[in-house]
Structures are given as structure tokens and as C-alpha cells.
């Protein structure tokens, strides 16, 4: 599977961002797939992920301001962020793998996308 993101850019703190990750080379809706962020000096932490039904989890801090959704007819995966903080900048990294939600050892990762929210 070979995923290709999108979307990320300068936001003013309270705009939204919409987030975009394609996929090819293989059916995509058989794999679970989710979005990671990473800021310097740090791992690449789970923001959401979604089931290959459609469940979804979310990190907490994100929680009510995020929404992960995806359109398998499209092999694309969404993540939408509203109400973005200053806290919420970081390279955006989609994935999918196999388990039932995608997770930091999951094998498919896409390039990053940088999100920059100015206060």
C-alpha cells in the first residue's frame, strides 16, 4: 500500500484544516488507517484512527475538534481539524495496517504533511 497525504498548511489558531491521505496498490478497505503527528524531538503520537467498519478512536487532546472519516470508494482517508491550537502544530503522517485500528507499528505510512496554527 503506498498512501499519499495532504491538505496541511498556515492556519490562524481557530481556523480549520482538512487533511487528505490517498491510497493505492491495494484494496484499501480491507486495512484499518489513522493519522499521526510528530513535533521536534519527539515520537509520532496517534491523533485518530478508523476502523475497516468505520469505528473510530481519537486522542483526547483532540477530542470534539477532530474527526476521522474515511471513503473507500475513493481509497481516501480524511482527517478534518477544526478549532486548531497553536498546540496542534506538527507533521501530519496518515497509515493503515491490518489490526482493527491502525497504531504506531502499523507497516504503511505516508510522507507528512506540515501543520503550522499561528496564535
Known amino acids: 500500500v503506498q498512501l499519499q497525504a495532504s491538505g496541511g498548511g498556515l492556519v490562524q489558531a481557530g481556523g480549520s484544516l482538512r487533511l487528505s491521505c490517498v491510497a493505492s496498490?491495494?484494496?484499501?478497505?480491507?486495512?484499518?488507517a489513522g493519522w499521526f503527528r510528530r513535533t521536534p524531538g519527539k515520537q509520532r503520537d496517534l491523533v485518530a484512527s478508523?476502523?475497516?467498519?468505520?469505528?473510530?478512536i481519537y486522542a483526547d487532546s483532540v477530542k470534539g475538534r477532530f474527526t476521522i472519516s474515511r471513503d473507500n470508494a475513493k481509497n481516501t482517508v480524511f482527517l478534518q481539524m477544526n478549532s486548531l491550537k497553536p498546540e496542534d502544530t506538527a507533521v501530519y503522517y496518515c497509515?493503515?495496517?491490518?489490526?482493527?485500528?491502525?497504531?504506531?507499528?502499523?507497516?504503511?505510512w505516508g510522507q507528512g504533511t506540515q501543520v503550522t496554527v499561528s496564535s
Open positions: 478508523i476502523s475497516r467498519g468505520g469505528t473510530t
Open positions: 497509515n493503515a495496517g491490518q489490526g482493527y485500528y491502525s497504531t504506531s507499528g502499523s507497516p504503511y
Open positions: 496498490g491495494s484494496i484499501f478497505s480491507s486495512y484499518a
